[in-house]
């Protein structure tokens, strides 16, 4: 069983930041790779950051470049997503994927999500 659990949302101003949490297990964040992703409200679910598998890896969307960092804290089990300079547009609810195969940017190849935060960016 696979669980996953994202905090960290909330209501922030054009130009602020916000760190994003994903708690899971050990074996969860060892045996996945593991990634955010996003829903706008009326869009699809796209793919935003990913790490490999090992984490040595990361991967990120054009659109967030330079200004979201993924990361995470083996000890803790924790995955991390750190934005920064966000923008109206990054409005949606973010989750936190994990997934045994395939490429980090095709969201129909994680096989785990959670319940997901929901960012609110204020222009």
């Known amino acids: 069983q696979v669980q996953l659990v994202e905090s960290g949302g909330g209501l922030v101003q054009a130009g602020g930041s916000l760190r994003l949490s994903c708690a899971t297990s050990?074996?969860?964040?060892?045996?996945?790779?593991m990634a955010w992703l996003r829903q706008a409200p009326g869009k699809e679910r796209e793919f935003v950051a990913g790490l490999s598998w090992g984490g040595e890896s990361t991967y990120y969307a054009t659109s967030v470049k330079g200004r979201f960092t993924i990361s995470r804290d083996n000890a803790k089990n924790m995955v991390y997503l750190q934005m920064n300079s966000l923008k109206p547009e990054d409005t949606a609810r973010y989750y936190c994927?994990?997934?045994?195969?395939?490429?980090?940017?095709?969201?129909?190849?994680?096989?785990?999500w959670g319940q997901g935060t929901q960012v609110t960016v204020s222009s």
């Open positions: 050990e074996r969860t964040v060892n045996i996945y790779a």
């Open positions: 994927g994990a997934r045994r195969r395939g490429s980090p940017w095709s969201v129909n190849d994680y096989d785990y």
